[in-house]
């Protein structure tokens, strides 16, 4: 198991892990375990990380690759609310506390539509818009060259505008 | 409205930057560090204690029961006991044989081994109820049992008890007699030898007055009965 100064820097990331993994799972009962899960790896596979490498996205590999072995499975088994409308399609900021009227609602579009990108796009523009990881450091993490990386933002961007305006004109 | 969202990459991004971020519960923290701790090692040695003293406990489970039971080592704590539990019986089930004395003598010398040429038979104060063998302390025996006015039970036993030895501290002088009173469950016994004969009266009066009364019972018995081993 990890040293406690390993286990010390790595929970100084707790809050940013928490924050991407509420947005891949939905549910924070998910994103408590996964990211319980995601800690516990880190811990126990301290010795393979490399120091002077960054420790944030190292951190947020363990936690995707976690998320795409076990969560997503469960993901799909989703059930559908009782009002028909499927989970993955309903706002997930309603409840933020920080937001006034004005912003939450931009912002729950915003998140309708970041909740149906495909997890690749949506991974990338978390990673790289919300976190502000460097490119290289998310093509580390989605295991992928840089260029994919600026594709995929890019398309991502672009059917986040898309489905912005749908939302926008209904 | 539809030109809103033909937003530049710049203006996106900064609406991408600014969604609202979730904050990880404390108590998240706490069930990482305690599950990243590792448990406390066990001691080496505290494993084959616990196996030891669960194989000895399992042993004395399984040995207790035919242990002999734990008996006085003094000798007249021994007898003492043996006839406070006759005298209970007699209290719980009765007597198993109401015969009247002195019909019933050569039947009983026969059965006891102890011949009784002079028994009390019983007066105002005392009345017979039965007599009948025993077996105590390995040795034939007789017993007469006797009640008085107030309801009390006592209970006269006489049995070879050669190697008997009637302790001094506990002897109590009445009239012409030294026995000894000793205490047992709960009940009081006289204690006292006739001869190779060791004889004992129990009851329950155990109180300062009860004692004194029970002292004249032990006068009445005393002076009006002769156990002799039969053979």
Redesign the interface.
């Known amino acids: ?2 040293d406690l100064d390993f ?1 010390k820097q790595a ?1 100084a990331h ?2 940013a ?3 991407f993994a ?1 947005y891949l799972t939905k549910r ?1 009962p998910d ?2 375990d996964l ?2 899960e995601t ?2 790896r880190a ?1 126990r596979f301290s010795h393979r990380f490399q120091p002077g490498t960054h420790l944030r996205a190292w951190l947020f590999q363990i936690l995707r690759n976690t998320f795409l072995t076990f969560y997503r499975v469960r993901e799909r088994e989703a059930p559908v609310a009782e009002d028909g409308v499927p989970e993955w399609d309903v706002p997930m ?1 309603h409840h ?1 506390p ?2 006034d009227g004005t ?1 939450m609602d ?2 729950t579009d ?2 309708r539509a970041m909740r149906r990108l495909p997890e690749e796009f949506r991974t990338v ?1 978390l990673l790289a ?2 976190e ?1 990881l460097p490119l290289e450091e998310v093509a580390r993490v989605m295991a992928c060259p840089v260029g994919t990386v600026k594709s995929r933002i890019f398309r991502a ?1 672009e059917r ?2 898309g489905m ?2 749908d939302y ?2 209904k | 409205m539809t030109e809103r969202f033909d937003e530049s990459d710049e203006s996106l991004s900064r609406r991408l930057a600014g969604l609202p971020r979730y904050a990880a519960p404390a108590r998240l923290r706490v069930s990482i560090v305690e599950a990243a701790s590792p448990a406390p090692r066990r001691p080496i040695w505290l494993s084959p204690l616990l196996a030891a003293a669960a194989t000895t406990m399992a042993l004395a489970l399984l040995v207790l029961p035919v242990l002999p039971r734990i008996t006085p080592a003094d000798p007249v704590q021994r007898y003492v006991r043996a006839v406070v539990s006759e005298h209970s019986r007699t209290l719980m089930w009765g007597a198993r044989h109401g015969e009247i004395l002195p019909t019933a003598l050569p039947w009983l010398t026969e059965q006891s081994g102890i011949a009784l040429p002079k028994v009390f038979v019983g007066d105002e104060r005392l009345t017979f109820v039965a007599a009948e063998p025993v077996y105590l302390e390995r040795q034939r025996g007789v017993a007469i049992h006797y009640r008085d006015v107030d309801g009390h039970m006592l209970t006269y036993i006489a049995l070879p008890a050669p190697g008997l030895a009637v302790p001094d501290r506990a002897r109590v002088p009445i009239g012409r007699w030294r026995p000894a009173l000793l205490r047992d469950s709960g009940f009081a016994s006289w204690v006292w030898k006739q001869g190779d004969v060791g004889c004992f009266i129990v009851s329950d009066m155990v109180s300062a007055d009860d004692v004194e009364r029970f002292k004249e019972y032990f006068t009445r018995i005393r002076s009006t009965t002769e156990p002799v081993p039969a053979h």
Do not use: C, I, S
């Open positions: 198991m990890a286990q929970l707790l809050d892990l928490y924050n509420m924070p994103a408590d990211v319980q800690y516990l811990f900021f933020a920080e937001d912003a931009a912002h915003l998140e523009l818009e919300v502000g961007k986040l505008r912005l305006t926008e004109t």
